[in-house]
């Protein structure tokens, strides 16, 4: 069965079909480096990993590269505000991130590339589009002739006459047209900047990901990827960028991610209700955060809430559960019976059914619903009165298989006394606040690990069973 992708330019499912046989060259948009990542960051690099996860599972050779922005407006005002240089608070975010998605099982690209390290193709690609008469230079900024581009709106599906409304030019601004966008930007005083043909200065947003797909990937990718809130004008301006400068397709297939609302709102810096990947891991497995994330298909909405992880917690605690139960069964395991292999016929039938979910436009949710009928299917195996090694065995490889599909470990490590006391303070002051759901379960998440609490008059003892 072929994988199927929604493709946002098209506005339905395609057939993936790449570029070259057997490989993928998939591109993108990472953070901008200027503060710790959000849940918003998380989601398109848990996401867009799991996706080249599965690519490598079916068999791929898959080039992925993430980008940084690492100069821009928001990098020039913490700069400011902190009394750092750029480069210093950029370095400091970018170490941050890995640290983060790493916790939350991202493998790293093959290339991170940096708009700092790449200015020589930047402004390579500028003076081509200037060359070609899609770009102007005004006073010490460059523009985009967005006119220019026939074909300009197709990925968010407006016109130039629906984009016209509303369009303006601002104050300080140069350009020729509301609708043109910058390419380069002269240099303020005191600001970071970068010799060019049209003075210091330095890239606007949109070019640096037109330059570096090019120069790391090629002019035709297969698969570029990012939130859905990149869609327009982001991406719609790296296509009008690169679609003008080469005449060929930039991406075949474009792949955009849901919005994440926060108790049910959509999350903004505005509101002030944007919540750092960094808290979260201090408090919750990083890897229950991967697991909420993918149990929502990517392109639908997600709400985050911390009552609705702590479910996630209880739902990838009883799926581990079934996995140490198989594994404890395995060694008095011996009788062969007649059904074995109707219970293998059944394990493979779902892992077919777990391969047709992802094919579906990478269907998470879905899959995910397959492990739970894997676990409920373990459970009842394991109440037989005879049980065989080669099924149990089956039934572990599964899990392990499905697991490290989705980036995900079905043995969760064990526990450092510290990270224990902290679970039972956590706990003891659940129960203070009557909040005995999560009281029970953090008791039931100690003991699946072996970890025996007793309630005593002068507190809580505990051992390792």
Same mark, same amino acid.
């Given at each position: *069965? #072929?994988?199927k992708?929604?493709?946002t ?5 395609e ?8 490989k993928?060259k ?6 901008t480096? %200027?503060n710790?990542?959000?849940i918003g960051n ?6 867009? $990993?799991t996706?080249r996860?599965?690519?490598?599972y079916?068999?791929? &050779?898959?080039?992925?590269?993430s980008?940084?922005t690492?100069?821009? @407006?928001?990098?020039?005002?913490? +700069?400011k505000?902190?009394?750092? &240089?750029?480069?210093?608070i ?14 939350l099982?991202c493998?790293? +690209?093959?290339?991170?590339p940096r708009v700092m390290?790449?200015?020589?193709i930047?402004i ?9 008469g899609y770009?102007?230079?005004?006073e010490?900024d ?7 581009? @026939? ?11 629906e984009l016209?409304?509303g #369009?303006r ?8 047209d +509301? ?6 930007k002269?240099?303020?005083?005191g600001?970071?900047?970068?010799d060019? !043909?049209?003075g ?5 947003w ?5 330059? *570096?797909?090019?120069?790391y990937?090629?002019?035709t ?9 990149? #869609?327009?004008p982001h ?7 690169s ?11 474009w792949?955009?991610?849901g %919005?994440?609302?926060? $108790?049910?709102e959509k ?7 944007f919540?750092?990947?960094? &808290?979260?891991?201090?408090k919750? &497995?990083?890897e229950?955060?991967r ?6 298909? %990517? ?7 911390e009552?609705?992880l702590?479910?996630?917690? #209880? ?12 594994e404890?069964?395995l ?11 109707e219970?293998l ?7 077919d059914?777990?391969?047709a ?7 998470? +949710? ?8 894997l676990?409920r299917?373990?459970?009842?195996y394991?109440?037989e009165k ?5 099924v149990?065995?089956?039934?572990? @490889? ?6 490290? *599909? ?5 043995e969760?490590?064990?526990l450092? $006394?510290?990270?224990i ?11 203070? @606040? ?17 970890i025996?609490l007793?309630?005593? !008059?002068?507190?809580t003892r505990w051992?390792?069973g």
């Open positions: *069965m #072929a994988i992708i929604y493709n330019l098209t506005r339905k499912k057939e993936f079909k790449p570029l070259e046989e057997g993928v998939m591109y993108v948009c990472g953070p480096v %200027y710790y990542i959000h998380a989601r398109p690099a848990i996401v867009f $990993d996706v996860r599965y690519f490598e079916r068999g791929y &050779d898959i080039k992925y590269v980008n940084f690492d100069v821009d @407006d928001k990098l020039i005002r913490a +700069a505000e902190l009394g750092e &240089d750029v480069p210093t950029s370095d400091r975010f970018i170490n941050a991130y890995f640290e983060d998605v790493t916790e099982g493998k790293r +690209a093959d290339a991170h390290e790449n200015m020589d930047i390579e690609f500028i003076e081509a589009l200037i060359e070609k770009a102007y230079e005004a010490g460059v523009y985009y002739r967005t006119r220019e581009f @026939d074909t300009y709106g197709k990925l968010s599906q407006q016109s130039i006459d016209r409304v #369009a030019i601002e104050v300080g601004e140069k350009k020729q +509301a609708l043109d966008f910058a390419l380069w002269a240099a303020k005083e600001e970071i900047s970068w060019s !043909p049209w210091s200065g330095r890239p606007g949109h070019i640096e990901c037109s330059a *570096m797909v090019r120069k990937l090629g002019e990718i297969d698969i570029h990827a990012g939130g859905q809130d990149l #869609a327009f991406h719609e301006n790296e296509i009008a960028q679609e003008a400068l080469t005449g060929k397709p930039f991406a075949n297939y792949m955009h991610n %919005y994440i609302n926060i $108790d049910n999350m903004s810096k505005s509101l002030g209700n919540v750092l990947v960094h &808290d979260i891991i201090q919750h &497995d990083p229950v955060l697991f909420f994330m993918l149990s929502v298909h %990517y392109r639908h909405p997600i709400n985050y809430s009552e609705l702590s479910n996630m917690q #209880a739902s990838l605690d009883r799926l581990r559960t079934s996995y140490q139960n198989l404890h069964r060694g008095s395991s011996d009788c062969l019976t007649d059904d074995n292999q219970w016929g059944k394990i493979s039938s779902l892992h059914q777990f391969i979910e992802m094919d579906d436009d990478f269907n998470t +949710a879905n899959a995910i619903s397959v492990l739970f009928e676990s299917q373990a459970n009842y394991l109440m005879n049980t065989h090694k080669e149990i065995q089956a039934f572990l @490889d599964q899990f392990q298989d499905l697991f490290q *599909m989705l980036g995900l470990t079905v969760e490590e064990a450092l $006394d510290e990270e006391e902290k679970l039972i303070q956590e706990r003891n002051q659940a129960r203070k @606040d009557r909040n005995f759901q999560r009281s029970d379960e953090i008791r039931d998440r100690l003991k699946d690990m072996n025996i007793e309630d005593t !008059p002068q507190g051992k390792r």
